[in-house]
């Protein structure tokens, strides 16, 4: 292998990595702004997942994380520490990633009790697959709990009226045309 070709191999792991902490984030955005189809985006047809209480198909986990996050007025996803794995690349053009990812979620509901509004430590644990042409999606994840706490609704402090607020659809400033 050449120097060249050392440097382009080099920069395709770099694409791929990027490729894939790019799904994790869209899949946080799709939960945060209730964007089913962002996250249905995220995972490959026949994908599985592992996360809280569920176990099943994308399409089972989609109904399920549906109602889920329908039940709060507001949850925001921190990830960090990202960490993919690449598997060799196939003949077919194929190959594997893992990826795993720690995430502090917070959880807010106006109306399901003090013990709905939560702050979740997690990680998830993907199996990344880049088929064809479709690019990378998670073929499967597991989900853990690291701990939980509820959110002390003494120490909230109200938006004031005239300020901006996150909206959980379509009508979010993130979804305004970047041109």
Known sequence: MTKNDARLQRLEEIADKRE?????????????????????????????????????????????????????????????????????????????????????????????????????????IDRFERRGEGGWRIAARVCTTEWVRVDDEAGRHSIPDDMRVGMRDRSDPVYDPID
């Not at 939960?31 to 996250?39: A, G």
């Open 20 to 124: 894939i902490e790019d799904v994790v984030l869209r899949y946080c955005r799709g939960v945060d702004r209730e964007d089913i189809e962002l996250i249905r985006s995220c995972y490959h047809p026949d994908a599985t997942e592992e996360h809280g209480s569920f176990q099943g198909s994308i399409d089972e986990y989609i109904e399920w994380v549906s109602r889920l996050i329908s039940r709060y007025s507001m949850s925001m996803h921190f990830v960090g520490n990202v960490l993919v794995e690449l598997g060799e690349p196939k003949a077919d053009g194929t190959r594997a990633a893992r990826c795993e990812t720690y995430g502090i979620a917070h959880h807010r509901s106006e109306t399901h009790g003090p013990n709905a509004n939560l702050i979740v430590g997690f990680r998830y």
